[in-house]
DNA sequence: GTGATTGTTAGTAA
DNA sequence: ATTACTAACAATCA
């Protein structure tokens, strides 16, 4: 479930559970055709050396030490890294592991297979290298409204244009414009130079909320979409009045109020 | 069986 | 050359 705050979260995890621990082992799980995972001669790197640092950008998270090598981790559309302590089970679906010196291991869960892990010298090269837009709570007001302004696409593809902006995906558009109040399928050029700032002030204060809240969906507040992204259910805007309902925009189904999104 | 899934990308078209 | 759209990827679930 991984857009800008679930991979922040996991950085998060990574920072309390994963740093200076000697590597024992860097290991492949099963069942792992079709995903893309570092070969051995990668793997036999990681030995012996400590993670000392987490960092990431947009969905993408890093592990390492100022004299490298990293681990980059991006988790596609159903991976998940746990950390756990021996002789605790292996999650499912394990497609990677760390073993640290002692009990801790570091598991990379990836049921659906289009996540991947590599082995990187240099993030900040492996960033340029993947065109990576600058990280949506990184980003400066001016190049969001000049990109957003811009852009004959569905607004909210633009969102999740990973090469524009690093971290947003279908969920997490979706309750950006509820926010706002715009139709995700209403082109960015239509809107005001008011309206741009107003979404990209909203874009900030979402993405940060889910930060603070650690992604778990249940402290989100009441009356913001994603804990009520469902067909049908009420508008939970105040004073709305309308039904969620949805349809899709750019290969995604978006989720939105018809009422109150124009 | 049908259609969907919080992501990316190769290929195609404009 | 740049931008926009579609299908495909793999596995699982409703």
Not at 99 to 109: H, K, Q
Not at 114 to 121: A, C, P, R
Request: charged share 30%; hydrophobic share 30%; net charge negative.
């Amino acid at each position: 479930m991984p857009e800008l705050p679930e991979n922040e979260a996991q950085r998060l995890t990574l920072e309390r559970e994963c740093l200076h621990r000697t590597i024992e082992a860097a290991e492949l799980g099963e069942n792992i055709t079709h995903i893309d995972l570092p070969g051995d001669n990668e793997l036999g790197r990681l030995k012996g050396r400590q993670f000392t640092e987490t960092r990431r950008h947009g969905k993408n998270i890093f592990l390492g030490s100022k004299s490298g090598p990293w681990i980059t981790v991006h988790l596609g559309m159903s991976g998940w890294l746990i950390p756990y302590d021996a002789p605790e089970p292996e999650p499912d679906h394990t497609k990677f592991r760390i073993v640290f010196e002692g009990d801790r291991r570091l598991a990379f869960r990836c049921p659906r297979k289009l996540g991947h892990v590599k082995i990187v010298d240099d993030p900040d090269a492996y960033i340029s290298a993947q065109d990576l837009g600058p990280g949506a709570l990184a980003m400066d007001r001016d190049v969001f409204t000049d990109f957003i302004g811009g852009s004959k696409a569905a607004i909210k593809s633009a969102l999740m244009d990973q090469n524009r902006i690093a971290g947003i995906g279908n969920l997490w558009s979706d309750e950006i414009l509820f926010q706002t109040g715009r139709d995700p399928a209403s082109r960015g050029s239509d809107l005001d130079d008011q309206t741009l700032d107003t979404l990209f002030d909203t874009m900030r204060a979402a993405l940060s909320k889910g930060v603070d809240v650690e992604a778990d969906y249940s402290r989100l507040p009441d009356d913001w979409l994603i804990p009520n992204r469902k067909d049908g259910e009420p508008c939970p805007r105040t004073g709305c009045g309308g039904s969620l309902t949805h349809h899709k925009v750019g290969g995604r189904t978006a989720y939105y109020c018809p009422v109150h999104q124009s």
